[in-house]
């Protein structure tokens, strides 16, 4: 069995302290030894450092990708309680709109069998669902650092660090409907574990800070009355906060 079958067939009450299983060992680059045999000895330590920089930028990606995966594995458990206990009725992922890549008249595949597809528009909140008489919309957020606002990258990209304006635009505009239950769960990741918080949208939207002169943002310290907790944190909410 692989670290990560073993992870899937575990409990959601030990996945948590399991998440490790989950982390892709950094792979050695093949062309590394090639690469040095091409250089002069001069230029080795040069080559070593951009070697070992590409490393560890490969190492982190691959880190931050297996984090990512985990804190999707933890909202699906919660969610599925929610569900199994009769706490809502449905919570479905929801992706970004995309077209399948055609080519000579056929959808293609990669090597591994997957749909090639490209993002066609902008994506909805994460998780859309209902209880019986609530509308349920969550976006989730996994973050290493602080959780921004609206921040843009230097070429106009939008952030990914953060909570883009189109995706403001979206939950504010779910939380007009008085039915709705929009919120923003957010997992911040920790040495010592990740540090998670469910927080209504309507609320969030009031707590960012610039720190320091900074972009808007808020970390642990600003969600601190909001921790998710329980075997769901949408108990908290549907059972009266």
């Not at 990512?68 to 709109?97: D, N, T």
């Not at 609206?150 to 189109?166: F, Q």
Request: charged content about 25%.
């Amino acid at each position: 069995m692989k670290p990560r079958e073993l992870f899937d067939s575990l409990p959601p009450s030990l996945r948590d302290k399991n998440a490790h299983l989950t982390q892709v060992p950094a792979r050695r680059d093949p062309l590394a030894d090639l690469r040095r045999a091409a250089v002069p000895p001069s230029e080795l330590p040069a080559l070593d450092r951009a070697l070992a920089a590409r490393a560890e930028h490969a190492a982190h990606g691959a880190a931050a990708h297996a984090a990512g995966e985990s804190f999707e594995a933890w909202c699906a458990a919660q969610h599925r309680y929610a569900i199994e206990h009769g706490h809502a009725l449905v919570i479905e992922k929801i992706g970004a709109p995309s077209e399948p890549h055609v080519a000579n008249g056929r959808v293609q595949f990669d090597g591994r069998g997957r749909l090639l597809a490209a993002i066609s528009g902008t994506a909805p909140p994460d998780y859309l669902g209902a209880t019986r008489d609530r509308m349920l919309v969550i976006e989730a957020k996994h973050r290493t650092g602080r959780l921004h606002r609206d921040r843009e990258l230097p070429n106009g990209g939008v952030d990914r660090a953060g909570i883009a304006r189109h995706q403001r635009d979206a939950l504010t505009r779910y939380a007009q409907c008085t039915a709705a239950l929009v919120l923003v769960v957010i997992e911040f990741e920790r040495t010592h574990g990740p540090l998670r918080f469910a927080v209504p949208w309507t609320v969030l939207d009031t707590l960012w800070t610039s720190v320091r002169g900074g972009p808007l943002s808020v970390g642990p310290k600003e969600l601190a009355a909001w921790p998710a907790r329980g075997p769901s944190y949408l108990l908290a909410f549907l059972e009266g906060r």
